[in-house]
């Protein structure tokens, strides 16, 4: 099955940036739609951005217009996700992950999650 493995996440002031990879295993990811979700202490997990199998279709969380970018290389097996202009709300746990169930923002319609990314924001 697929395995997915996220990396970049660290500790940052406001206002800096951050770059989130997520290496999936598999020649299959190609086919896949990869979301991108984060969860906060005490809060329920959330949507950030999703991005269909070609890169034709991508959608964003409002509080994150502007400043995340979603992005894939299927050449590489690779997902991505820039950070800028990043604020102490934005601190969670990051989680990729990969469906074939359509393009949605619905984190139940995902069979595939990696372990996840802590990315803290100082103010």
């Known amino acids: 099955q697929v395995q997915l493995v996220e990396s970049g996440g660290g500790l940052v002031q406001a206002g800096g940036s951050l770059r989130l990879s997520c290496a999936a295993s598999?020649?299959?990811?190609?086919?896949?739609?990869l979301g991108w979700f984060r969860q906060a202490p005490g809060k329920e997990r959330e949507f950030v951005a999703v991005?269909?199998?070609?890169?034709?279709?991508?959608y964003y969380q409002g509080s994150v217009k502007g400043r995340f970018t979603i992005s894939r290389d299927n050449a590489k097996n690779t997902g991505y996700l820039q950070m800028n202009s990043l604020k102490p709300e934005d601190t969670a746990v990051y989680y990729c992950?990969?469906?074939?169930?359509?393009?949605?923002?619905?984190?139940?319609?995902?069979?595939?999650w990696g372990r996840g990314t802590q990315v803290t924001v100082s103010s």
């Open positions: 991005i269909n199998w070609s890169g034709s279709r991508i």
């Open positions: 598999g020649r299959t990811f190609s086919t896949y739609t």
């Open positions: 992950a990969a469906g074939n169930k359509g393009f949605t923002t619905s984190r139940n319609e995902y069979d595939y």
